[in-house]
């Protein structure tokens, strides 16, 4: 049987080598037959730790490596673009300060 492969957004990275990744999907309700957004949770094993919070990612699943890992990552879809308002506002503070 083939392993799964899915496309999902990565949530945390705080821990070594792992990240939290979450799939949406839509849901029809049973009973009104309404669409419904539902989401899977999966940590992912991430060896070289490349990935980051926004991006994303395309995983496969693996045998267990932990508790909860159960699948591995294969590449970065499209990275996040970020932004660092701290230092955009030091940034924007200091070009202020030399206007005056």
């Known amino acids: 049987m083939p392993k799964k492969q899915i496309v999902g ?13 979450e799939v ?11 669409i419904v957004r539902r989401r899977t949770v ?5 060896e070289n730790n490349e990935s980051s919070i926004g991006d994303t990612v ?3 699943e693996c045998r267990p490596m932990s508790h909860l890992k159960r699948w591995n990552l294969v590449s970065i879809v499209t990275k996040a673009n970020t ?9 924007s503070k200091e070009k202020a300060e030399k206007a005056e």
């Open 24 to 34: 949406s999907r839509l849901v029809k309700y049973p009973k009104y037959g309404k």
């Open 9 to 21: 957004v990565v949530t945390s990275d705080k821990m070594k080598k792992t990240r939290r990744v």
């Open 83 to 91: 932004i660092d308002v701290a230092a955009l506002r030091a940034a």
């Open 58 to 60: 395309e995983i496969v």
């Open 42 to 46: 999966c940590y992912v094993h991430d």
